[in-house]
Structure formats: C-alpha cells, structure tokens
C-alpha cells in the first residue's frame, strides 16, 4: 500500500551530496545511496556525485560551470541527503544552502565517523541525522525518508 | 600612516575558520593567521580555532553548545577568513553561513591544495580566494584584507 502511493504521485527530487575533492573513498557508499534512492522512488538530480568518471568530466567545466550546475539542482531538489563521514568543504556549503531553502535534509555517517558539530550541533528542525552501521540499515533509513517527503 | 587609522578606529571583529574535527595538521598555520590577524588590528572572534587545546576544551561541551557558540561569534564578526586547504564541513558551512550575512569572506589555500568547487566557483562578490606560498604571503594578504575592511 505504502510502496503504491510511493510509485503513483511524482517521484521526489533528491540532491545526493558527498565528497568530490575531499577524497572519493567512500563512492561506493554514494553509489549504494544512489541506487537505494532510485529504488525507493526518488529522483536523484546530482547523480554526478556517485559516478566513478567525475573528476574526468568535471576537468572539462569552469569551477563556475560546477558551482552553477550544483546550486541548479539543489534549486529544483525536494530534499538533500548527505554523507557526512568524510570531511568536505562542498557539503558542509550544500547542507547550509538546503537549510536555507528550508528543504528536509538527511545527514548520514558511519558510527565511527567524527562528524562536524556545525552538523552534530545544528537546531534546524529540517535537519535529521543518522548514523547507519552498514548497507542494510543505510537502505532502511533511506525508504524511511524518501516514503516521509 | 596607514597604520595610525588602523590602531585609532575600533578593531574589526574577523571569524576565523579552519578545520576543527576535519583535521588539526595545519594548526600551526591557523596559530600564525590569528597572530597576523592581531598583529594587523583585528580582533579574532573564534580564537579557539586557533587553540592546541580545542579538542580538549570541547569535549566539555555539547554538540549545540559549539554550534550556538560558533554561530553567535560569526553572528558579531565583520568578515570571515577560511583556511580552506583542509576540506572540512564545518569550514563550508561558515562560508555559506558568512556569505549569507554579506560580509567579506577571504578563503586562503596552499597552492597545491584540491579546492572545493562550491568556494573555487562561487560568484559572490563578497568572496575573495587566495592561495598563499608561505608564510610571509600569507601575512601580507592578511593585513590588506584587514586594512581594506
């Protein structure tokens, strides 16, 4: 019953943020967020952020050109969703905007992970924040948020 | 004489910004931009960045007491100076959090640092980005951008 509401209204749009120049060792968590996205309903507009040829695409746009493209997105997003384990100057910036935009935003980390107060600390009631110890309950907390918007 | 107007006129009040839980390894950089800072009569809010014994003094307190802290002080600063060669979350959501305060935010790097889009591509005017070779450069941008606020 859940799942048919999910697939019969419009598909939410989710702006996937995650470290780019901060160090891509956890893409293939992205990808795994990516994917559990899609499959929960969502429309991933920053699908960028879990392709493994980024840095090589990217080379080829300005840093106003990647700056535009992601504020675009973030513009026409229904929620951003970021991993926050490794430390990245760009989300930290796209969490702060998305607050701005007054747009649920879903933090999530592994429980090892030493995450920003700037995170950890933040009022916003907009703002959730969720550890996940592995792929299953990263997949259950992601259903849970996407069905929630 | 130029040094007269600075010392007659009440001190500009800077946030400095730097990685915290990102990652200490330039602290010794950040010691030596708060001593610039002063040194060009300014005077730093968040001298704490700038502390070997942060982590310490932090663990005291809570997640919302750093964050209420961080942003009362960025809240009576007059411009924000970022190191942003340590990619930190935290950094990025100060920049975005001082941006929206329009008032003049200065990101410094080393040259060989990966930058993140989201600071390299961002149009506001208010935002200045410089990268520094050592540390006499470094001091030199610092008492401009204290003597142009």
Not at 35 to 57: F, I, K, M, R, Y
Not at 100 to 110: A, E, F, Q, T
Not at 116 to 143: F, H, K, Q, T, W
Request: net charge negative; glycine share 6%; hydrophobic share 40%.
């Amino acid at each position: 019953m859940e799942k048919k509401k999910v697939t019969e209204r419009q598909s939410p749009k989710i702006f996937l943020s995650g470290s780019i120049r901060g160090g891509r060792q956890l893409l293939e968590t992205y990808r795994f967020m990516y994917a559990a996205l899609e499959e929960a309903g969502a429309e991933v507009l920053s699908w960028h952020v879990a392709d493994p040829d980024l840095e090589e695409n990217e080379s080829k746009m300005t840093e106003q050109d990647i700056y535009d493209r992601d504020m675009g997105l973030l513009a026409k997003s229904d929620a951003l969703i970021a991993e926050v384990t490794v430390p990245s100057t760009g989300v930290g910036y796209e969490i702060c905007r998305a607050l701005d935009r007054k747009i649920p935003v879903l933090c999530l980390h592994r429980p090892d992970a030493v995450v920003s107060a700037m995170v950890l600390g933040n009022p916003y009631p907009s703002l959730d924040i969720r550890a996940y110890s592995n792929e299953s309950v990263l997949n259950e907390i992601i259903i849970k948020f996407v069905r929630a918007l």
